[in-house]
């Protein structure tokens, strides 16, 4: 057993913590509150966990003269990490329990049982702090009775009060039913808390040395990642290379000299931090080894990506003329077309946190809407906003939750405007534009709306189920009726990846037939999950 948490620890728990979530991952997925088949919290926590230990294995595993201890400086790396790699809500979150852990603990000369209570009841206070609206019966009141467990052991033995944590950990997620009405509808625990409680007991594992000894099954498929967007380059230079440095700013300054001597369009930015910070560093060069080895001189280099000229598109896409840009989230080929045809970066679905500010630097905009379309990649793009204005850029997020509000809301673009005001009234207008989802329950379960069974129709209004069928075509005519209801003169209908051949043609008749005076456009979205979105303006 171990007395500290040393740095080999916090690699151990890192590395111990994402098998076991990939252990867990489709059980986490299945803990879902509204009985849709998108239910992706465990996919979240295991990429957001995949990124932090990406961090720690590119470490060179050397410390800087001065700052963190050896724990402190992989705890801060295993943060970093998280944050670049943080996909939804759950990922955010557990971000910044990480950021809170590594910010108590960083300079405490040893990790005992008091140093742990500490590390988390910083945590709690960080991921409290990154939730706009904390709301309890959630991952945050999981992390808080942990904390508050650890604090009552009062105790410097370290595998105690960690097991102390776990323990109330696990009590809390039981009790989370009870503090949302929405799980205990749908009969499930907090999936964000299930997956900190795997975590918590894999630090008890790596603490004790007791392996429960169960082979991480294969994880399902991960999502692809975003594409961001990049420029061309000139014709002297083949190669754009890009990565994250943790450094300190002394050795930037010469690997600046070293890039500059390489090629041309470099730029290096840094976060501000000292002695040591994160910069993200771009160069066109035509030796890619001897860039990255520049960064390897200079401090720990990741996320290094590399493209070959070659083989982008020949028309660049630069910075927009007034130097204002939008970036989208997009699942769905079609709507990706949609918000591409506006003038907008468009990022793929579920994207991290540094996936987004990669989109968002690679605009060239100084001034740059960030239009995330579901509240999951909300707090991811709160995030990517927050890490881009330490970068110099002005980020807005307007917090749409569909990609119908997205199309309302870039319909009001006006470059003559000022920044600020245009931002106001793309958020009026997406404020302004109602949704809803269409799809089949994936499992049994009680709704406001009643019971469903598997296969049943549900119409989701502003996340809400509202009606349950069994005719998808008649489900969906029904949720356009209740909704046009409460006024509306214009409907948008985007159609989904398995939506039926006539599904949208059938609706669209149907509010003639009932609304001769709504104005209706339908467009193939290939959305997955949802076979029809709706919004009313």
């Known amino acids: 057993m171990l007395d500290t948490?040393?740095?080999?620890?916090?690699?151990?728990?890192?590395?111990?913590?994402?098998?076991?979530?990939?252990?867990h991952q489709g059980e986490i997925d299945r803990l879902n509150v509204y009985p849709v088949p998108d239910g992706d919290t465990g996919t979240n926590l295991v990429l957001t966990l995949t990124s932090a230990q990406q961090a720690l294995a590119m470490d060179l595993d050397t410390l800087p003269d001065s700052g963190p201890t050896g724990h402190g400086h992989a705890l801060r790396l295993m943060a970093q990490g998280a944050l670049l790699g943080a996909r939804g809500n759950s990922g955010v979150i557990l971000s910044q329990i990480l950021r809170g852990f590594a910010d108590e603990v960083a300079a405490s000369p040893a990790v005992r049982g008091r140093e742990l209570a500490a590390a988390l009841r910083c945590g709690t206070t960080a991921a409290y702090t990154a939730v706009a609206r904390p709301v309890e019966g959630t991952v945050l009141t999981v992390v808080a009775a942990a904390a508050a467990a650890a604090d009552r052991a009062d105790s410097d033995d370290l595998v105690a009060v960690a097991r102390v944590a776990a323990r109330a950990a696990a009590d809390a997620l039981t009790r989370t039913p009870e503090q949302l009405p929405?799980?205990?509808?749908?009969?499930?625990?907090?999936?964000?808390g299930r997956g900190l409680c795997v975590l918590l007991d894999a630090l008890v594992e790596v603490l004790t040395g007791e392996s429960t000894g169960q082979p991480a099954p294969t994880p399902r498929s991960a999502r692809p990642a975003a594409t961001a967007a990049r420029e061309t380059g000139s014709e002297e230079y083949a190669y754009e290379v890009q990565f994250l440095l943790d450094a300190r700013a002394e050795a930037v300054a010469g690997m600046r000299q070293a890039l500059d001597a390489l090629g041309d369009s470099l730029v290096v930015v840094g976060d501000g931090r000292e002695p040591e910070g994160t910069w993200n560093v771009h160069v066109h060069v035509n030796d890619v080894g001897a860039a990255v080895e520049a960064g390897v001189a200079a401090g720990r280099p990741y996320r290094i990506s590399v493209t070959r000229f070659a083989d982008q598109p020949e028309t660049p896409r630069g910075p927009v003329s007034d130097g204002r840009a939008a970036v989208v989230v997009a699942t769905g080929g079609g709507i990706a077309e949609l918000?591409?045809?506006?003038?907008?970066?468009?990022?793929?679905?579920?994207?991290?946190?540094g996936e987004l500010l990669d989109a968002i630097r690679g605009t060239g905009a100084a001034r740059v809407v960030v239009l995330p379309n579901d509240a999951n990649t909300g707090a991811v793009a709160g995030a990517a906003a927050r890490e881009a204005r330490r970068h110099g850029i002005r980020v807005s997020v307007v917090p749409t939750r569909s990609p119908v509000q997205a199309l309302a809301a870039l319909a009001v673009r006006d470059g003559d405007r000022r920044f600020e005001d245009d931002v106001i009234a793309m958020a009026?207008?997406?404020?302004?534009?109602?949704?809803?989802?269409?799809?089949?329950?994936s499992r049994e379960a009680l709704t406001v709306a009643g019971p469903c069974r598997p296969g049943d129709v549900l119409a989701l209004v502003e996340g809400e189920v509202h009606l349950i069928g069994t005719d998808l075509t008649e489900t969906c005519a029904a949720v356009v009726d209740?909704?046009?209801?409460?006024?509306?003169?214009?409907?948008?209908?985007?159609?989904g990846v398995d939506a039926p051949a006539g599904l949208t043609d059938a609706v669209r008749a149907h509010v003639a037939r009932r609304w001769p005076f709504v104005e209706v456009h339908a467009y193939p979205g290939g959305q997955p999950f949802y076979p029809l979105l709706v919004g009313i303006e």
């Open 5 to 23: 948490l040393d740095a080999a620890a916090v690699r151990r728990w890192c590395a111990g913590g994402l098998a076991a979530l990939k252990r």
């Open 182 to 192: 929405a799980l205990a509808r749908a009969g499930v625990v907090d999936a964000g």
């Open 339 to 353: 918000f591409a045809a506006e003038g907008a970066t468009v990022v793929p679905g579920n994207p991290s946190t």
């Open 428 to 441: 009026e207008a997406a404020g302004a534009c109602r949704y809803a989802e269409v799809c089949h329950a």
């Open 482 to 495: 209740r909704m046009l209801g409460g006024g509306g003169e214009m409907v948008t209908l985007l159609s």
